[in-house]
């Protein structure tokens, strides 16, 4: 069997760069070159400070510090990366789709059809080939097709690797996953290529942690464990609003249900909405393949989770300005917190951003502080909804870097993000400079409700009266 000594992965970003700094690092024998088409990307990869790195994840800086220049590099230079290696992991971006057949539903897969041609141009020597990205069912077909048809005699086996950390906690769950899922062909070169990527996981992953399956069952998988993760937030979230009617607590009942070892206790907490670049797009991928298949009941049946989730964010904007006396106009709200959860500056389909432009719409004026997110990304965010002109967000929305001065004189204040600090902050100083009667709207019930109300705080929470 082929001895895997290099590995390229197309696409540095937020599971290209982690997975590939915790491979290096877990095998030193391997060398693994990070590729992107991304200039500035790769340049903050390189960056001599580790701080520096284009993504932010608890533990990874160190992670980078020690592999890179021995065993972990990161470059422009795709075609040569392809040339050399023996594995070659896609990893780049599947989007939901804004144009033509499947707009607003089905997975864009310009970006995985790319690299496999790029990769049909190059290779002059046979490769596996590990779909990374998140994709829909049946792709490896399609890589497969444009593969097998170079007419240069090189050989190519296309597994299915999801990948299933989240950020926040990348290197955590990369260093000890529940479970890797590895999908192949049943011929004897198939198992030979599922053998040699199980080999490369056993360097720090027991065994019976490694699960291979078909390729179908594998890129299947992902989206199914995506959707299933997600509708638990929205089951969760569609009680909170339930609780808010009838004094019921949603975090009692998410300790009542989840001590049931059937049900579990993770996934319960009730929020102002599920955000990250993947729940929404794959549940839709989900939904576009179902109904590819006829299958109106099931695409329905999921098409829930996202309407779930969307009627949460609206719902949380709503009650703010009802109880802001139904008129928000120039009236200042701090936002704590813009990224999609606490310990990650990624903020792609972040509850925050679509508050926000429903306060916007009433012409409030927001104030943001976000400990890892910059205000460029915040406007970047707005102006990508082009509900209004860049001009309007820009001075309409004010970034502050210190959270004291984003609450002064503000009316209420809007956690959106669960970052610890927020606890601690003196929330007594808060209320002195903010206007009377000073809110707190908290989308993640992550502050102390009694003491903000011991302070004069008026307090609401998800899914409780109290
Ligand atoms: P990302 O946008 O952060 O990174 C993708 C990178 O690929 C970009 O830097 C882009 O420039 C690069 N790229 C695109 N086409 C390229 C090409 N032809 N050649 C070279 N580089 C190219 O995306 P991400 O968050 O890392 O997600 C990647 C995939 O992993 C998606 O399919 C996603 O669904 C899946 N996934 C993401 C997470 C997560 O937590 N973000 C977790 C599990 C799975
Ligand atoms: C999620 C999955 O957890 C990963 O297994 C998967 O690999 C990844 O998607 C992916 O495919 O991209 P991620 O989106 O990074 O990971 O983060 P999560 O911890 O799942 O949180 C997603 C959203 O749900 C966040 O906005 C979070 O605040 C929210 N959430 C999570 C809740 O509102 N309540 C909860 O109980 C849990």
């Not at 895997?4 to 937020?14: E, L, R, S």
């Not at 390189?46 to 592999?67: H, Q, R």
């Not at 606890?423 to 009377?436: A, E, G």
Request: proline share 3%; net charge negative; hydrophobic share 40%.
């Amino acid at each position: 069997m082929k001895n895997i000594t290099k590995i390229c992965c197309i696409g540095a970003g937020y599971v290209g760069g982690p997975t590939m700094a915790v491979i290096a690092n877990k095998c030193p024998h391997i060398q693994v070159t990070v590729v992107d088409l991304n200039e500035a990307r790769i340049a903050a990869w390189n960056d001599v400070d580790t701080d520096n790195i284009p993504v932010y994840e608890p533990g990874l800086s160190e992670v980078v510090a020690e592999a890179r220049g021995r065993n972990l590099f990161f470059s422009t230079a795709v075609d040569d990366a392809i040339a050399e290696a023996d594995m070659i992991f896609i990893s780049v971006n599947t989007p939901t789709k804004t144009y033509g057949a499947g707009k607003g539903m089905g997975a864009d897969l310009k970006y995985i059809e790319l690299c496999a041609r790029q990769i049909a141009r190059v290779s002059m020597t046979d490769k596996i080939i590990v779909e990374k990205s998140t994709l829909p069912v049946r792709t490896a077909e399609a890589v497969r097709d444009i593969l097998h048809n170079t007419g240069k005699g090189v050989k190519f086996q296309v597994l299915s690797n999801p990948e299933f950390l989240a950020e926040g906690t990348a290197v955590a769950d990369l260093f000890n996953p529940d479970r890797v899922l590895i999908g192949g062909d049943s011929t004897e070169e198939g198992q030979e290529a599922i053998q040699a990527l199980v080999d490369i996981y056993n360097n720090w992953i027991p065994r019976e942690r490694i699960l291979t399956t078909n390729v179908w069952s594998s890129e299947l998988s992902k989206l199914v464990a995506n959707a299933f993760l997600a509708q638990r937030i929205s089951s969760i979230n569609s009680i909170s609003e339930l609780c808010e009617k009838t004094e019921a607590d949603v975090n009692e009942v998410a300790r009542a249900i989840g001590t049931d070892s059937r049900i579990g206790s993770k996934f319960l907490k009730a929020s102002v909405g599920f955000g990250g670049s993947c729940f929404q797009k794959d549940i839709l991928n989900l939904v576009y393949i179902s109904r590819s298949f006829g299958l109106q009941e099931v695409a329905d049946y999921w098409e829930q989770v996202i309407i779930m989730n969307d009627h949460q964010k609206k719902r949380f904007a709503l009650n703010m300005i009802k109880s802001l006396y139904n008129t928000i106009s120039g009236k200042k709200i701090a936002f704590l917190g813009w990224a999609f959860k606490k310990d990650t500056n990624d903020t792609r389909e972040s509850a925050a951003i679509y508050v926000a432009d429903e306060l916007l719409n009433e012409q409030a004026r927001i104030r943001v502080y976000d400990p890892k997110v910059n205000s460029d990304q915040i406007f970047g965010d707005l102006n990508y909804l082009q509900t209004r002109k860049p001009e309007e967000n820009a001075s309409n929305v004010k970034v502050f870097e210190d959270p004291y001065r984003a609450c002064e004189n503000a009316h209420a204040i809007a956690i959106l993000t669960e970052w610890d600090e927020f606890k601690d902050y003196d929330w007594q100083r808060i209320y002195d400079s903010m206007l009377k009667p000073a809110k707190v709207f908290d989308g993640r019930n992550l502050l102390d409700a009694d003491k903000l109300r011991k302070i004069g705080f008026k307090v609401q929470s998800i899914g409780t009266t109290s």
